[in-house]
């Protein structure tokens, strides 16, 4: 008998850190291997929990079966990410040496920090924000990548992974269409870039760029696989930032009743930033909205625009009458309290 979704869920939450904790402890010889086969179990698990919350057919603990059933599109960047490491583990546990993983790990960390993003992701997906696991995450930078020779290190790396791993990761990747290769859920790849220091202290010290958010110049460098270095000194404040008026007028195309009023609704609904008169007004989600110290006021990025677009553009009247009611709920709670 089902023990509930709850218990699969907590236990999912609790395999994925301590994957991510072992992850990033270098002292553990095997970190690697273990991090795989806690994830693994962390997704068998998160799917146990949604099949329980549906009361679904119980489909064993396979997760090849698994994620098929709950991720039927072959080309999901998000199921493939994961078959790779279920046919990796196969391959590598209890059979490489620690020297043989630390190699192997340098080479598809890029899909090791996918297999964790997707978690999270997931499982926001089906049961909501409050079950994120986006504070208690760590996601790992190898230093070694920052030096000059790193794409040298990096061959070296891969000719140390057995010829078995290799092979298979070579012909995973090209059993793998060029769109879900390049998507960040199946390789999340990251690119460091230098910022400009002595700016407001609660600037980010890093930035995660999105492909697409890329010029299509800067694209061909990325899968190139060289550097992009912004200039340090940047004379243009806010560039490509928007202000609410803006995003009200783009947002326009999708619903022609979409107002400032409604666009207050829409970052309370989805906690962009922080409401009114806040002590701590940079506590913005910086995928969508930025708060500019010195002009003491929020700008918005074209992300939050197709953000309210996609919400928008089922049943418009719905949404906004959703965000009213959220909103409604929330004054009065404040007031009560």
């Not at 990033?24 to 929990?49: C, G």
């Not at 995450?137 to 790396?157: K, T």
Request: glycine share 4%.
């Amino acid at each position: 008998m089902a023990k509930g979704y709850r218990y699969y869920l907590a236990v999912a939450k609790q395999e994925a850190l301590l994957a991510c904790d072992l992850y990033n402890e270098p002292r553990q010889p095997r970190s690697f291997e273990l991090f795989v086969v806690h994830m693994e179990t962390a997704w068998q698990n998160l799917f146990h929990a949604v099949q329980a919350e549906l009361r679904g057919a119980e489909l064993g603990w396979d997760l090849r079966a698994l994620v098929a059933a709950h991720l039927p599109n072959a080309q999901d960047p998000i199921r493939r990410n994961i078959e790779f490491f279920v046919g990796l583990r196969e391959r590598i546990e209890h059979k490489l040496t620690p020297r043989q993983l630390r190699a192997l790990e340098s080479v598809v960390s890029g899909k090791a920090l996918a297999y964790l993003r997707d978690f999270e992701t997931y499982l926001v997906r089906e049961f909501g924000e409050k079950q994120s696991l986006g504070t208690s995450l760590r996601f790992p930078v190898f230093l070694s990548s920052l030096a000059r020779d790193a794409p040298e290190q990096l061959g070296d790396s891969y000719r140390r992974v057995p010829a078995s791993a290799r092979k298979f990761i070579e012909s995973f990747d090209a059993a793998t269409s060029d769109d879900v290769r390049l998507d960040p859920a199946y390789d999340f790849k990251v690119y460091l870039v230098p910022k400009s220091a002595g700016g407001p202290a609660a600037d980010l010290a890093m930035e995660f760029v999105r492909l697409e958010d890329l010029t299509p110049e800067q694209r061909e460098h990325v899968k190139a696989g060289t550097v992009l270095i912004r200039d340090r000194q940047v004379e243009v404040a806010n560039v490509d930032r928007l202000r609410p008026s803006e995003v009200v007028e783009r947002v326009r195309a999708a619903w022609p009743d979409f107002n400032l009023y409604y666009h207050t609704l829409a970052y309370r609904f989805y906690k962009v930033r922080p409401k009114g008169k806040s002590e701590h007004p940079e506590a913005t989600d910086t995928r969508y909205c930025f708060f500019d110290v010195v002009h003491r006021d929020y700008t918005y990025t074209q992300a939050w625009v197709e953000r309210l677009q996609s919400a928008l553009a089922a049943d418009p009247a719905a949404v906004a009458a959703e965000w009213k009611a959220a909103d409604q709920r929330a004054s009065l709670s404040d007031r009560v309290a």
